[in-house]
């Protein structure tokens, strides 16, 4: 960390007048005085040492918010649960929360706040558990405690707390371990009875081998397997064919063949192969379902959009209530850049709303009363009256958190093709061990149990079972690790089949940014204009406000109070006394529906005395850009911008990235029908976009990756999303599945082959059934590693610089 | 030879209180963050108040 960078955020800092934080005995130089509150209260609660664990830089600070009106009863019992009249408990989602330091400073802060019982935080999931004792301390105080420390926290529900994630992951641990210790002592007895094969062994000790061998497979069939037995028994009772039914009827006759094998001192016994196969279809499930666990993060975001708040109209004005005590037929007041609680009908007067949530439109579509709005978009205009027509789970928003659920625990296409092609395999080797055993039972009937139980055992399905999901588990991981999060997993396959991929423009190729030249200066200099507006929006992410603070970057440093966002608008603070307004045209002048000067994106800095500056933004193309377009190009693909851009501006970014096909002053209508016409022509098309502009659109391609940035990530048209913002990992993204499929369709060669070479061999009675036992060990094993090899080589990218822009990511 | 027959039986035994143990450390939330607590150990503990004076 340099001295140019804020020791807090690591944001660049001020080059006049730096601000100085005191941290243990040395000053530091922050870059605003958020950062320098935060780092200094961090100092006197003598947490410093988060200076020295943390690995990454933390939030940049924003003030602090009102929570007050979490203390309302109606929200608490939500969100906070009481165990008994001195112990609550409430699970709070922190945004910011970015490495394990972070975690440590919470923990430590928060213990020191007289009230708090207990707190637990997982920088992974990036949730803090807290206890606290609501005599003494308000919830409302812990967050505002959050606050202080520069994190934004979220209360989640009660029913979080009992989470089923977390007894799921608990109880797939505690199978897997089981599984993993009963197969070692499986083996291990396994090993002495075949040396025994050989060099001869005590019948005494040999038959109590077996038994020990039956009692430690014992656990793992009956309690590790369990997932696979119940999950055959449901699909049966549906009527339907999965893999867990040859996995179970698999398991279940070895298991009952061998167990008849020890009681009546019969034949060989297969307690090792019943668990290794348990254990590895363990291992393969546990992956998967980490992954889901992931996934299910993006849906928690997507939760946070709905607002937990209302004003509700009463007989004696507005009430703030709780959003779960609306009733259909309430009616509720909507401000200005706030959110719309439920479902419903605007009442009035006619406003504009922001929905690009659900409709991927961004700029605000005018509506008239008498029309439905929903759940979730902003108020661009307001105040306006709603009759709230659906609540909760019957809202839009609460449909697509639905759908994003859904899809995140449905099973992949892939997955259900090798189900399909595994239950038509367990049918025919049924078929064959029945064939094999009534032959036998004609000519030799002391061979025929030998010869059906090696069908059965060098049959067994498990190379099939592991083919697919080793594979695509095993991406997904790999690709988790490079910040590339595969939402649906059916998208890996498109990704690697695309062979046509469209970008949207503004957000994914290029980036907001403003050159000086453009600015257009009514009053003062162009040094104070860019100083009070880098001040202004000192605390916004967005990109066009991280690029307006790039831009003044140099100038006099001001410092602004009583800041006000008004979301889709713009914001308001005051600057030595002076109260200005940055944003859209009409907000920043007062005047409603008023486009002044026709360049209507233009940001405008005003005062109450008028116009000071217009800021007309331009944009620049992001790093990477270049490089993925040249190394796709190579690959054979075909490249094409879509963009709802002037022309002008699209056809001079195709010219920079040498692409030839582009289409400009799109809409998306215009879109919808482009991704048409190029899928009748038989390609498989993969849309890259922000995930906010692109929804409909996206969600029509074959496969939709989205740019994450903040809450463009919660997004549910999109089936692969690039967390890190970095382009280049699309590239990574594409090799790592195209590596997919070719071990998926050897792993599934191989087990094809195999079958077909030993089911003839041990119908006849070639293969003993110790043999039958190793062979099919061996056929899984090679399964795995081979699906292991994804990802190893480590693909390196040529002049693939670091953007500039990840350290705001 | 024939001390197997003890020593294996009492392996298991172990076994058992081994997976036993495990299940206990599961259930109480042991491998729930298997993120955050490796830092702990690395930072001395707090003074005794946020304000007391260095002796």
Redesign the interface.
Known sequence: MNAQACFHCGEANPDSAPILARVQGRQHAVCCPGCKAAAEWIE????A?YY??RSGPAQRHDGVADHAAWDRPALARLHVRSTSADRAQVIVLVDGLRC??C??LIE?ALR?IDGVLDV??????RRVSLEFDPRRIKLSSLLAALSRLGYVPHPLTAGMIDSQR?RE??AA??RL??AG?GTM?AMMMAVALYAGVFDGI?PA?RE?FRW?GF??ATPVVLYSAQPFFRGAVREWRARRLSMDTPVALAVALIYLASMINVFVGGHEIYFDSVSMFVLFLLLGRHLAMRARHRAGDVVDALARLQPVLAERREAAGYTTIAVHELEAGDIVRVGSGAAIPADGELLGPRCRIDESLLSGESTPIAREPGQALIAGSLVIDGPIEVIVRHIGADTVLAGIVRMVTRAASERPALARLADARAARFVVRVLAATLITTLAWAWFDPGRALPAALAVLVVSCPCAFALAVPSALTRAVAVLAQRGVLVVDADALEALARADRFIFDKTGTLTEPNFERARVEVIRGSLEQALGIAAALEQSNSHPLGLALRRAGASAPLKTATALRHVQGAGVEGDIEGIRYRLGRADFSLHAPGADTAGDGDALVLADPDGVIARFPPSEQLRPAAATLIRSLGDAGIKCEILSGDRAARVAHIAGLLAIDEFTAAASPVDKLARLAVLRAQGHVVAMVGDGINDAPVLAAADVAIAIGEGSAMAHAASGILLASSRLESLLEARHVAAEMLVRLKQNLNWALAYNLSAVPLAALGFVPPWLAAIGMSASSIVVILNSLRIGRHATAWPDAPRPVSEAVA | MNIILLLIPISLVLLGVGIWAFFWAVNHAQFDDLDTPSLTPLSEDRPAAPDAEEP
């Open positions: 006197t609660l003598g947490l040492d020295r664990l394990s330091a975690a440590w430590r020191g637990g935080v997982n920088a992974l999931a977390q992951s608990r641990l505690k371990v089981v210790l002592q005590d000790v109590f020990i009692l430690v």
